[in-house]
């Protein structure tokens, strides 16, 4: 995509090598709104094992598989959260 392309409202484009890096900036500043992570195992094991990662919202589907995509990480560090 390009800046031109984009057609959301109040949207910023991130490369994605720069992701993590504009991710901790905002989370510095304070600045930083919710940010959800739909559909992406990937991104969402990447912000986790960054530390990036306050607050889990798990949906369940019932559905039965016998594998897939894991939003965990493989890396075997422990992630400490709060049911609420």
Same mark, same amino acid.
């Given at each position: @995509?390009?800046?031109s392309e984009l057609s959301w409202n109040n949207s910023v484009l991130i490369p994605g090598d720069e992701? =993590? #890096?504009h991710l901790r900036k905002l989370r510095e500043s304070? *600045?930083?709104r919710d940010l959800v992570v739909t559909g992406s195992s *990937? @991104? #969402?094991r990447t912000l986790m094992s960054e530390g990036l990662v306050d607050e =889990?919202? @798990?949906m369940v589907m019932p559905v039965v598989l016998g594998g897939?995509?894991?939003i965990f990480p493989d890396d075997g560090v422990k992630s400490t959260f709060e049911l609420v």
């Open positions: @995509l390009k800046d992701a =993590l #890096a304070g *600045e930083g *990937e @991104l #969402a =889990l919202r @798990l897939g995509k894991s």
